[in-house]
């Protein structure tokens, strides 16, 4: 059995339309740069304010990722 080892990044993903949305944005981009990744945590979500309303949703996320050998 291989060795599960993992490091942790975290990253802010945001849209207009909602919270998931915010999440797939966030790891469509993390995607271009970082390999191997496996898992991901929502630790925060939260949203900016426009004229009295919801403006974007925001979520922070840690992504796990494979290292390389």
Not at 10 to 20: A, K, Q
Not at 36 to 56: A, I, L, Y
């Amino acid at each position: 059995m291989a060795d599960h080892i993992y490091k942790k990044i975290e990253i802010v993903g945001s849209s207009p339309n909602g919270f998931e949305e915010a999440v797939q944005n966030a790891l469509a981009r993390a995607k271009k740069t970082v390999r191997n990744m496996r898992w991901f945590e929502v630790t925060e979500t939260r949203g900016h304010v426009e004229d009295g309303k919801v403006g974007d949703w925001q979520v922070t996320l840690k992504i796990g990722f494979t290292l390389e050998e």
